[in-house]
């Protein structure tokens, strides 16, 4: 075997295992939640292109840092389902299918859909501190941000994407895809781009905690110990020691 192929081994070994094996038992009833959020989403997307239906996506699942932060908590679970209207919905499906269903395999629903919301919710509240704090802060975003729809599933995707990377060891597709994000806001400043960084950041701490408790319980995670069904969110790949 190559020392590429051993590298490639060693990164997504235990991760591709876990997706294949869920895959081949119980094919597309391991990933549920997953379709039907692909499903969601497809909806929204045709919903909100009708003439009938636009203002109604409007106001279950559009956020705007300029309007209260009751209506945006409210709006921010289904806002993840909207996709934006400036970008091809295939971009948004395909990202759902691809990240929400490995991490519905590796995570099981709940905990995705929780990092996920996670990671969206801290994009959306990052938007408000940053529009207070202004453009003159290495930090802060010009006032006009405050006006732009804030919706889709792309933090929520970068978040379980990492969240992901960080639980199966694959640490050097995680660095990318943090450097990628990084890049991101380099070539193009935006409050997409910022809200990502903010996702990466929430996911992190998610990992920090995550890790605390586990070495405060005193177990030792291993592949061997998993136990439930593939896609049960059970599955526990050695990740810390």
């Not at 876990?18 to 919903?47: G, S």
């Not at 295939?90 to 996670?118: D, H, K, M, N, S």
């Not at 890790?211 to 593939?230: F, K, L, Q």
Request: net charge positive; glycine share 10%.
């Amino acid at each position: 075997m190559s020392t590429l192929a051993r590298y490639a081994r060693a990164e997504w070994g235990p991760l591709s295992s876990t997706v294949r094996d869920a895959l081949v038992v119980r094919r597309w009833r391991a990933v549920p939640m997953t379709l039907a959020a692909v499903c969601l989403t497809a909806l929204f997307q045709y919903v909100q292109n009708q003439p009938w239906g636009y203002q109604f996506v409007q106001n279950i699942g559009s956020v705007r840092a300029e309007e209260p932060l009751w209506l945006a908590l409210l709006r921010t679970p289904l806002s993840l389902f909207v996709p934006a209207l400036d970008l091809p919905v295939w971009g948004a499906l395909a990202q759902i299918l691809l990240v929400f269903g490995i991490a519905e395999i590796c995570l099981g629903w709940w905990r995705t859909l929780v990092i996920g919301y996670a990671a969206t919710l801290a994009g959306t509240l990052y938007a408000r501190v940053g529009i207070e704090l202004g453009p003159s802060n290495p930090i802060g975003l010009p006032a006009s941000d405050a006006q732009v729809v804030d919706t889709g599933p792309s933090a929520a995707v970068v978040g379980l994407a990492l969240y992901v990377c960080w639980r199966y060891r694959a640490y050097f597709t995680g660095a990318l895809v943090v450097a990628v994000m990084i890049l991101e806001v380099a070539v193009k400043n935006n409050l997409a781009g910022r809200e990502h960084l903010a996702a990466i950041a929430a996911v992190l701490v998610l990992c920090a905690i995550s890790a605390v408790r586990h070495r405060g319980g005193g177990g030792t995670r291993s592949g061997s110990a998993a136990s439930g069904a593939p896609g049960s969110g059970s599955t526990k790949p050695p990740i810390q020691s």
